[in-house]
């Protein structure tokens, strides 16, 4: 029989709280009436609600649905979910990874960075909850209650450190979590999302599924980051052969057999000179895989396009 006691948190002032990996395993959340506190849930839940919490600080781990946050102001916050919406809600700071457009309604002084975080079972509670660390659109916020000439949101700073917003959990007991929020660490790949783009060159790259899919597209990435090139966005969608020759275009034949295998993975590039050092890479490193590469500079910001429109219209966005 489940104890709905153990599955809330209310109520609460001056606390660390939480629950370790393993002990919410898929159930739903009620967070409540907290203020000062330090709540964090390690572990994968159905959906979270959050009401008239005061300047608390918050990390939920992968959401199978939707995050609710209402009538709460100043608290900072790390969340992976399906859904993420707030209503009533001023001056939240969220690092966030959400698979859908996040929405905010009759809120405002709301600002978001990319979710960046790490355990050792992070990667299992993703898929337990049905998320891809690849689909995450923390910067395409939609403000269902926009004011003219005043903007609800914005983005955290660039250089903001998650550690700096929710501190690791001081208590002993949350204690033998083993986290990293080290960046390059992060289960979820760190993307610039809407932010200004430093150049007019983006490359496009795409695995296809098989066993090393994510790792594959993760060590592209340390690749094209450690040279200085930005991950703009990363997207994880299932492709019909149609689909392939819009997105493909001449090369798309070669490419349909391998839609069969499962959802595709697409990683867009950004910098001076990024399609010939996606292309370099990917004969160096993984040569035995096939992989579509953008072309040419020229074509390379179509492919994004076609591709993002695409996917865009997949995920009902």
């Not at 849930?41 to 939707?66: E, M, R, W, Y």
């Not at 939609?142 to 949101?153: A, L, Q, R």
């Not at 500079?297 to 995920?315: E, T």
Request: net charge negative; aromatic share 10%.
């Amino acid at each position: 029989q489940i104890d709905p006691k153990d599955y809330t948190f209310s109520g609460l002032k001056d606390e660390t709280v939480g629950r370790l990996p393993g002990k919410v395993a898929g159930q739903q959340f009620v967070i409540q009436d907290c203020e000062n506190c330090k709540i964090y849930i390690f572990d994968h839940s159905a959906t979270i609600t959050i009401d008239d919490c005061v300047n608390c600080q918050i990390f939920l781990g992968p959401i199978k649905g939707s995050v609710f946050f209402r009538d709460c102001k100043d608290c900072k916050c790390v969340v992976a979910c399906q859904q993420f919406r707030t209503r009533d809600c001023r001056k939240l700071e969220v690092f966030l990874c959400c698979a859908t457009q996040p929405i905010i309604e009759s809120s405002t002084g709301m600002k978001f960075g990319c979710f960046q975080y790490y355990y050792p079972e992070l990667a299992l509670q993703f898929k337990d909850a049905g998320l891809s660390i690849f689909n995450n659109t923390w910067s395409n916020i939609h403000d269902f209650t926009p004011v003219s000439g005043e903007n609800n949101w914005g983005l955290l700073p660039e250089t903001a450190v998650v550690q700096d917003y929710v501190p690791l959990p001081s208590s002993e007991e949350l204690k033998a979590v083993r986290i990293s929020t080290d960046a390059t660490k992060s289960i979820i790949p760190i993307t610039r999302g809407q932010r200004q783009k430093n150049s007019d060159e983006s490359c496009l790259a795409v695995f296809f599924a098989g066993d090393y899919t994510t790792a594959n597209a993760r060590k592209l990435i340390d690749e094209m980051t450690s040279k200085g090139f930005q991950l703009v966005q990363t997207k994880e969608v299932v492709m019909k052969p149609e689909d392939a020759h819009r997105v493909f275009q001449q090369s798309a034949s070669e490419f349909i057999p391998l839609l069969e295998e499962g959802p595709v993975v697409a990683l867009e590039f950004n910098g001076d000179g990024a399609v010939e050092q996606c292309q370099s890479t990917i004969k160096e490193v993984f040569s035995g895989t096939k992989v579509f590469v953008s072309e040419s500079k020229a074509s390379a910001s179509q492919d994004v396009d076609n591709f993002y429109n695409f996917a865009d219209m997949q995920m009902g966005m």
